[in-house]
RNA sequence: GGGGAGAUGACGGAGCGGUUGAACGUGCUCGUCUCGAAAACGAGUAGGGUGUAAAAAGCCCUCGGGAGUUCGAAUCUCCCUCUCCCCGCCA
């Protein structure tokens, strides 16, 4: 959500960054219009309320009974004008979130123009596009020949987008997921295990609602949603609360399942792991105050790119321009590794800050100074990592001419000592 | 699933339907005292909205959430949520 008071103030100026995306900018007069229609609601009713407070509260004292009559009387008017403009009032104001809610976050001044993914310029890059001295195998083949994922058995439980990870394939995964968090963990964040399904208001809070509503799950019963990325359950962790500024920053990890439908990429990355309904990320999560939250940026992206050289991985970062920006955020980087078996870049991580973005919507905010105003905190998300394009990356990396892969040297103590994946 | 108890400010804890946005206590902040500290004493200590160039004053709203009764509700009624205790059931 965007402050109000830029809107009201600025509205050119907001206008003008949000016509930098594909964006309708007559919401904004539409909460202009609301916000006016509002703040003369509120004059009026408050006006009238304050009357009856004054005439009720004299009430009390008189002791004419024909004069105590008259002023009841009048009173009853009064209340039932009052509940009148109260109930437009509110639907004024629903009206103004509703709009509020639609429109997305404004860029930061570093947030190139661009049509697409394909404009996000590398900023960054480490390793190169490596190629194999043999012909290099995608992972689906070499995850099959070894026995390690069975696409079948996942299609049988539970339809296309599943798989079952077997064997070392399910030891690698667990063991990357161990050795991330132990790494963050170096890295100042601490770990949090979160539910896996969530209220609604969790969804809004993070911004995946209202545009992802066909990509998520839910529990129609129970009214409760499966996340989608831990970044949501981790937004509503101190939401409502007014933190004090010795508590922040708040670096928090966390390893959560994630549940897409993935019906808006429909089609698209149909084999291998590339893109399930349900995969593994380890979540990182950043609260902080605006004067510092650019700089936790370069830290979130330092620290997911240290998790791919540590692997030994290529890898290279991408600013995102605004045509492949998301909704939330201000500005995003993504993490790529490369993947030598599709010759392809894969994202592992994206670094966010949606500055106040999403702390307004959560009502989340801290307290600069003992007995200050509380002020909106800024938050920051960023993967580290998003496990089956890691596992992509590592098995098409060290894949061997016969078929097995390597395990990298990190890996190897979270594995038993494992170091090489062969056919059993 | 059945039965009972409860939800008030940072915390504890009062609160006949009418100077209660909320006693009292604790905590915290500032001040007095002190070489300093403790103690004691004094003052202050919610959030949102409106208002304002920005503040401030003033005004409005908020005592788990929502709806209602009333001239007036923390106090009365209804619904919901959550917490605690007992019994049953299942992991």
């Not at 995306?21 to 919401?27: G, K, V, W």
């Not at 590794?337 to 991580?349: H, K, N, T, Y």
Request: net charge negative.
């Amino acid at each position: 959500m965007l402050d109000i008071k830029l809107i009201r103030e600025q509205p050119e100026y907001v206008k003008q960054q949000l016509a930098r995306f594909a964006f309708d900018p007559t919401l904004v007069d539409q909460v202009l219009s609301f916000d006016e229609a509002r703040r003369r609601q509120v004059r009026t009713v408050e006006e009238l309320k304050a009357r009856r407070n004054s005439v009720s509260k004299a009430i009390s004292k008189m002791s004419d009974p024909a004069e105590r009559a008259t002023h009841i009387a009048e009173m009853r008017t009064v209340g039932d004008e009052i509940s009148a403009l109260d109930r437009d009032l509110a639907q004024i104001e629903e009206g103004q979130r509703a709009v509020m809610l639609e429109i997305r976050n404004m860029p930061h001044p570093d947030v190139p123009d661009g049509r697409d993914d394909s404009e996000n310029p590398v900023i960054y890059q480490e390793g190169e596009e490596r190629t194999l001295p043999f012909p290099a195998k995608p992972h689906w083949e070499l995850a099959e020949q070894l026995g390690i994922i069975n696409f079948e058995q996942g299609i049988k439980l539970a339809g296309s987008r599943f798989y079952v990870m077997r064997g070392m394939g399910a030891r690698l995964q667990r063991a990357t997921i161990q050795w991330l968090l132990d790494l963050h963990g170096r890295q100042g964040y601490e770990e949090v295990y979160t539910p896996f399904v969530v209220k609604e208001q969790a969804l809004w809070a993070a911004g995946q609602l209202p545009k992802f509503r066909d990509n998520l799950y839910r529990d129609e019963e129970s009214g409760l949603w499966l996340v989608p990325t831990a970044e949501v359950p981790i937004t509503s962790l101190y939401s409502d609360e007014i933190l004090t500024a010795e508590q922040l920053p708040i670096y928090h990890v966390a390893y959560t399942p994630c549940f897409r439908k993935e019906q808006l990429s429909a089609g698209r990355d149909v084999r291998g792991i590339k893109r399930g309904h349900q995969f593994d990320k380890v979540e990182m999560y950043m609260f902080e105050t605006a004067e510092r939250s650019y700089a936790a940026l370069e830290k979130l992206r330092r620290d997911a790119e240290e998790c791919c050289r540590l692997l030994g991985l290529s890898f290279r970062t991408k600013l995102l321009c605004t045509g492949d920006i998301g909704f939330g955020s201000a500005k995003t980087y993504d993490v790529e590794v490369w993947a030598p078996g599709q010759g392809e870049w894969l994202e592992v991580s994206s670094c966010s800050n949606v500055e106040a973005f999403q702390a307004r919507r959560a009502n989340l905010r801290y307290r600069p100074e003992p007995g200050a105003r509380p002020e909106f905190l800024h938050t920051l998300n960023g993967s580290g990592l998003g496990l089956p394009r890691t596992i992509i990356a590592l098995m098409e990396t060290y894949q061997q001419v016969d078929g097995s892969i390597v395990v990298p040297e990190v890996l190897r103590p979270y594995m038993g000592g494992t170091e090489v994946i062969g056919k059993e």
